[in-house]
Antibody, heavy 121, light 110 residues
Framework: EVQLLESGGGLIQPGGSLRLSCAAS????????MSWVRQAPGKGLEWVSA????????YYADPVKGRFTISRDNSKNTLYLQMDSLRAEDTAVYYC??????????????WGQGTTVTVSS | QSILTQPPSASGTPGQRVTISCSGS????????VSWYQQLPGRAPKFLFS???QRPSGVSDRFSGSKSGTSASLAISGLQSEDEADYYC???????????FGGGTKLTVL
């Protein structure tokens, strides 16, 4: 069974940086695009970023463009999200999610349990 | 304001059939698959099915859906108390070049 395990969340001051990781198991990782989705306290789901299986293509939501960087290491079956210049409005649970295919986006079919990021002074 | 529009709440009694709508535009629902997710309180979202007939094993066939033009809907038949959760629709948007979600519908089983 495919499993995704996020880590790296925590309490960080505004303007700070944090790197989230998502370790995947029981799959050929490079065959699948991946996404990050976040959920602010009491709010709905918000897509953050996506990356193709080969890491050749990356996509970002406007609120994080220029501040967040998505990457992956297929040799380690791990997805990353480097978050810089963090703001209070970035406070959320961050989920990683597996796509069905390598370079097209139909469905996020497996989700991790999430890691919490709190941006506060 | 979410790109996809869902009613904020829905309710039904045990055994009833409930539907949840999801409205979008040509660049998302109009040309791409719609996926539905269930989020139980305090849990991560769980993929239910997509309009491209993708459905994980273990997801009850009480959950079904349809898509027409720029709208989609989720139907839950034989409502059970364990179905009480938030439900989200999502689709890739070719114009925004990213995923868009509905604001979520909180389903209450009375």
């Amino acid at each position: 069974e495919v499993q995704l395990l996020e880590s790296g969340g925590g309490l960080i001051q505004p303007g700070g940086s944090l790197r989230l990781s998502c370790a995947a198991s029981d799959l050929t990782f490079s065959n699948f695009a991946m996404s990050w989705v976040r959920q602010a306290p009491g709010k709905g789901l918000e897509w953050v970023s996506a990356i193709s299986g080969s890491a050749g293509s990356t996509y970002y939501a406007d609120p994080v463009k220029g501040r967040f960087t998505i990457s992956r290491d297929n040799s380690k079956n791990t997805l990353y999200l480097q978050m810089d210049s963090l703001r209070a409005e970035d406070t959320a649970v961050y989920y990683c999610a597996k796509e069905l295919y390598s370079s097209t986006f139909y469905t996020m079919d497996v989700w991790g349990q999430g890691t919490t990021v709190t941006v506060s002074s | 304001q979410s790109i996809l529009t869902q009613p904020p709440s829905a309710s039904g009694t045990p055994g009833q059939r409930v539907t949840i709508s999801c409205s979008g535009s040509y660049s998302n629902i109009g040309v791409n698959a719609v996926s539905w997710y269930q989020q139980l309180p305090g849990r991560a979202p769980k993929f239910l099915f997509s309009s491209h007939n993708q459905r994980p094993s273990g997801v009850s066939d009480r959950f079904s859906g349809s898509k027409s033009g720029t709208s989609a809907s989720l139907a839950i038949s034989g409502l059970q108390s364990e179905d009480e959760a938030d439900y989200y629709c999502a689709a890739w948007d070719d114009k925004l070049i990213g995923w868009v979600f509905g604001g979520g519908t909180k389903l209450t089983v009375l």
